[in-house]
């Protein structure tokens, strides 16, 4: 299984997102002519190698109308990673960097503008679904801090265009990267205040610390004076990562580096490892629930629903629950990535109101199919290997039947030979 995993430990940003995700491709012509399907102006892109503190990453740039937020020849990323910090508008919250002359550069739009420009982009309909989904958990952020209707809700920073080449950017490169599953380190902020336009705000923002809490991100304070993570960012990571841990055991293929532009008194980059996810034994799970109150054709159905959707084993265990009503046991055994889609297939198709999860070790003998030779012609058998070098050969049972209906011989007679 293909996995990215993010290390947020200088937390994360858009341009930073885009920087690393460019490194796992490192295909810029791609990227840039997929970003122009947008049909939007008034911008261009600056892709460049950035060193920090010794390590190089990639630093994505998005100019608008030629100057920067102090009205210098460049326009730097709204991002925390800037030198300097920045002004912002208070009624907006969105903790970007933002310049002094901001209805110079930025413009206001609400979730309808911003998803009108993607809808009538020619990108390919997963990257417009993906991107419409982080510009989402922004709305509903604002909307909630705002205690406004998203639809009255009109983006400021993650409107202007910068942003927008950071969100749909970023739907663009995971889904030419096309990973199985997407993984992040818990996401370090910073503390303190940043200046606004009317005053200082504390770290992290309202609509950053508003998605937290939306979406269950799991994040830490770090002792680093700033802003470390945008709405942008905690937007993009809220969206992509499934779950938020250490890295997994993986063959590692690729790593990017997404630069950012603030020293933060060590390296400051966004680090995204790409590679071959290892099944390990701390990966399994078992899952149990008890029913009393479904029938056996919904039963039999939910076995072969949880079968197909990836689960290891299933089965059901007579038991008896209170007022001494017959019932059964649901065990279902799967692997951590599968596990809150069989949950939702248990609760969708039978009775029950809960179920326990915990997870097991599990040793597996190493196996291999292999052919049988036997007078009455070849079956297919599982070839076992025990860890003290012990060799045993069960045939295997559809193999055999068959064998058995075609001559006519008991089946018993078969496994006995």
């Known amino acids: 299984m293909k996995i990215l995993y993010f290390d947020c430990s200088s937390g994360i940003c858009g341009n930073m997102v885009l920087g690393a995700l460019l490194d ?32 190089n990453g990639r630093y994505v740039n998005v100019i608008i109308d030629g100057k920067d937020e102090y009205g210098h020849i460049h326009h730097i990323h709204n991002c925390h990673n800037q030198d300097h910090e920045s002004d912002q508008d208070q009624d907006q919250d969105h903790g970007h960097e933002h310049d002094h002359e901001h209805d110079h550069h930025h413009e206001h739009r609400n979730l309808y503008d911003v998803n009108e420009i993607i809808d009538k982009s020619s990108l390919n309909d997963e990257t417009k679904k993906l991107a419409k989904e982080i510009f989402l958990k922004v709305a509903k952020a604002e909307s909630k801090v705002h205690g406004k209707p998203i639809e009255q809700v009109h983006f400021h920073e993650v409107g202007a265009i910068d942003s927008i080449i950071d969100i749909v950017g970023t739907a663009i490169l995971i889904n030419k990267i096309d990973p199985d599953a997407i993984i992040s380190s818990v996401v370090n902020e910073g503390h303190g205040f940043i200046e606004c336009a009317h005053g200082k705000m504390s770290v992290p923002v ?46 590692l293929e690729k790593v990017g580096y997404g630069a950012g532009f603030k020293d933060i008194g060590y390296s400051n980059l ?63 055994i799967c692997q951590k990535e599968n596990l809150d889609d ?74 006995k030979l």
């Open 24 to 55: 796992i491709i490192d295909d810029e012509s791609y990227f840039l002519n997929e970003i122009n399907k947008l049909n939007i102006d008034g911008y261009k892109i600056e892709i460049s190698k950035k060193d920090s503190y010794g390590i």
């Open 206 to 251: 309202p609509a950053t610390s508003q998605i937290f809490a939306n979406e269950n991100v799991k994040f830490k304070q770090i002792d680093v004076d700033t802003e470390l993570v945008t709405p942008t960012g905690a937007a993009i990571i809220s969206t992509l990562a499934k779950d938020y841990t250490m890295m997994p055991e993986m063959k």
């Open 270 to 332: 966004l680090k995204v490892y790409y590679g071959e996810m290892i099944s390990s034994q701390s990966d399994m799970y078992v899952i149990e629930t008890n029913i009393d109150d479904s029938n056996g054709e919904e039963l039999g159905y939910t076995m072969e629903k949880l079968f197909k959707n990836n689960a290891n084993d299933v089965f059901y265990t007579p038991i008896y629950m209170k007022k001494n009503r017959p019932a059964y046991k649901l065990e279902v």
């Open 342 to 415: 069989l949950l939702e297939i248990i609760f969708r198709e039978t009775t029950t109101i809960g179920a326990r999860y915990y997870k097991v070790d599990r040793a597996e003998l190493k196996r291999e199919i292999v052919e049988i030779d036997t007078k009455y012609g070849k079956i297919s058998g599982k070839k076992i290997l025990t860890p003290k070098g012990k060799v045993y050969i069960y045939p295997e049972y559809e193999s055999i039947k068959e064998l058995a209906e075609r001559e006519n011989i008991p089946l018993k007679e078969l496994y």
